[in-house]
């Protein structure tokens, strides 16, 4: 029964969200633990959590992760940079926390463009991951890079990792869909 309990459910999601805005730092970052320093690894996937409800319909308050996009964007803005420190920029290949990244943030498009300042870096992780999303042995990575190319306006490039992924999986009536791998 309190599993159903509407106004219990209203309460914890409200005392849920007041938490996380009071830990939010003043970067729009988050922290693992309380007080500790922010981490934009945790706050991007607080900020993909709150793309996803909305995008499932969930009336969510989005201001928390607004506020925290501009520091997420700096921090892979820093990694771009980088990145073109090393002998061969051109070849890099994207990974887990890239895929994440843009997937979390095709969520926010809409509500706060990618600022100028930060735009060279998009571009190229978004590049990157239409190049080479072949060499990523994960998945779900590729199916977040897909997403991510879709809503940054690539649906070409998205729609062939879609058409790999489907054409890899294996369906069977007893254990339905899988890959062998």
Known sequence: GLLFDENRLASESARALRTLAERQGGDGLWSWFPGGRSSEYISLYIVTGFG???HLGVEVDPAPA???LQGLDAWMDREYRQ???GAHPEQYVPGYLEAQYL???SF?????PVTSAYREAVDFFVKQAGRYWTQLDCRQCQAQFALALQR???ADQA??????LKERRVSDPELC???RD
Do not use: E
Request: glycine share 6%; aromatic share 18%; hydrophobic share 50%.
């Open 108 to 112: 926010f498009l809409a509500d706060q």
């Open 159 to 164: 729609q062939a990792i879609v058409k790999s």
């Open 52 to 54: 996803r409800l909305r």
């Open 66 to 68: 607004l506020k925290a």
């Open 83 to 85: 990145i073109l420190k």
């Open 152 to 154: 940054f306006g690539h």
């Open 103 to 105: 997937y979390g943030r």
């Open 177 to 179: 869909m899988y890959w």
